[in-house]
């Protein structure tokens, strides 16, 4: 029998200590002999990265193959990926990128100390030298990518040997490719006769525009390659080879990411599918995959669109077999003999590595990002709700609606929603077990995720239409979202809150200036001042906004205008501040500026500034006050009662 009580006042098991201790970041993976390799974070470590071994058939604890102090993360384009590779032979071994230095290091795995292969670079106190997305080579040497700061930057794919001849001398790191601003996807074919390599150049990011280069590969020299693939306003992501005749690729030349297929003796491109669907997305990391070569006749493929399915790609006829597995999300890491090791996501078990049998599609846990999983009676359920914007262009979203078995709202009652706005801004929200959702919705506050135009997932053209927007699309979109909520009876409009860190609390700045469909806003360390933003922040993003806004400094009139930190004073609802006091991405001034202008005009709000935090919450301590203040901001502003300390809104 159902029990009635508000919405927001439902008694929860999920605590906000349980969300800030419970999620353990993964990496990739890989098949060990009998065993598995996955990297891990480690939280209790201050978020140090690691390999650690498992066992097929034992829940027993794995094994750390890479101790403290080493670190096993890249710092290329910032954003890293693809940090480390086993090299399986008679002796085997890792070679990975250690944070601190981002020197690269092997580690022979039955000895203790890792021996470095690179040589140092530290120029005031930073590396200038960084290496990621580690493959074969031949004998003796692994590629790689090679990140160069030490001037104006630039990024070759390079042959490393593995004998530590280049651990001082950086001569002895052989050049492939030839010089451009970004490069990824290094890839040697089965009989080391090509490579294979894609670059992109400022302004475009990955997902708007690479070249996919294929080269003769050489003993010595540079290797001087032809563009077989992308170009202009085409992404190409992850070359594979097939044979020794055949390259795979995702290409979105059609207006989505679709397999395409390269023969080099009769230099003919075919696109293996044609479907509205993503098989690839952004490559904020490189080193990330979407498919797996199963042989020479069949691929294993992420592929969908608001969730996403693993399926086998016909290379030869283009048929499309879904395989039936109960996850939101597939990402194929490796094979071996019939199995699978992928990192999937649901809305049970959260993100996981996944060991798979592709014959009867049996599969178990190898490692969980969440250590302690909430009460199945705690969990909500995902739509993925669609509506129309006020052009009458889709917009996406999820949808998590008020839920805790045994418990409804109050007769007569609407409840209340909070808009979450997701970062990057190219990302996409994704359906998985988030303990944060559940934490909202477990005590009767309904959760909407919002895609909005600009987000991956749907298409090119639905991706370009932040394109000079940003700051408008994705602020339109979301109170469509919002609109077509309460329209359909489903959404209290008086009890409308939003939040989003970073690009999304920018999204929220701006939702709160330049719209009044939110009656609350909460912005963790959201830019607020584009002119900040795009005059200190790295390469890789440095003419990012260029898209998303226009160039600068040509477009600083735009840029001031669209600015939230320039329009305070339209803000009429009450706002939560959530920052790092050591955040050099978006300054703690960004958000004393909101603060102070919020207080001028009277306008209720909490400003919360924490210690020792830089772009984003890191320790356990802060991570619980921000969402406990959150739910405390919330239940002042919408009138329920909730079990955590009130905050002072000034």
Sequence with gaps: MLQHMPFGSWPSTISAAQVAAGTKPLGGACFFGDNLIVQEGLPAEGGRVTLVEYGRSTAAAGRQLI???????????????????????????????????????????????????????????????????????PDGQVLAIMEDLRAEPVRHIVEIPLDGSASEDLEAIRLLSTPARFVAGPRLSPDATHLTWISWEHPDMPWDATELHLAEYTEQGTLRGSVI???????????????????????????????????LSSGRTVRLVDRAAEFAGPLWQVGTRWYLNENQQTL?????????????????????????????????????????LAGTSSLTQGEEITLINLESLDHQSVARSIAELPEPAMLPEVEEFECVNAAGQAVHALLYK????????????????????HGGPTSQAVATLSATVAYYTSRGIGVVDVNYGGSTGYGRDYRNRLRGAWGVVDVADTV?????????????????????GSAGGWTVLCALTFSEVFTAGISRYGVSDLVGLVQDTHDFESQYMFSLVGPYPEAAELYEKRAPINHVEKISCPVLLLQGDEDKVVPPAQSQVVADALAKRGIAHAYILFAGEQHGFRKSANIIKALESSLAFYAQIFDFA?????IELT
């Design 402 to 421: 008020p839920r805790q078995e045994g418990l409804a709202g109050a007769e007569g009652e609407l409840p209340p929603y909070v808009t979450f706005v």
């Design 642 to 646: 909730v079990d955590v300390p009130a």
């Design 229 to 263: 693939a992308g170009g202009p306003e085409v992404s190409v992501m992850q070359p594979e080879w097939t044979d020794e005749d055949r390259l795979t690729f995702i290409s979105d030349a059609s207006g989505w990411w679709n397999p395409y297929t390269y023969q």
């Design 67 to 137: 101790a403290a102090p080493f670190n096993v993360r890249s710092r290329v384009h910032e954003y890293g990926g693809a940090s480390w590779l086993l090299l399986a032979g008679a002796v085997p071994a890792v070679v990975f990128a250690n944070f601190e230095d981002q020197r690269v290091y092997l580690k022979v795995l039955a000895n203790e100390e890792p021996v470095a292969l690179t040589p140092p670079s530290m120029i005031d106190g930073d590396p200038a030298l960084r290496f990621a997305e580690f493959v074969p080579g």
């Design 300 to 340: 294993l493929c992420s592929y969908g669109t608001g969730t996403t399915k693993l399926a086998r790609v016909h290379t030869i006829t283009g048929g499309l077999e879904d395989l039936a597995l109960p996850f939101t999300r597939v990402r194929p890491l490796a094979l071996q003999d019939g199995w699978l």
């Design 480 to 500: 469509a979202v919002i609109k077509a909520l309460i329209s359909r009876g489903l959404a209290d409009p008086a009890r409308i809150g939003i939040e989003g």
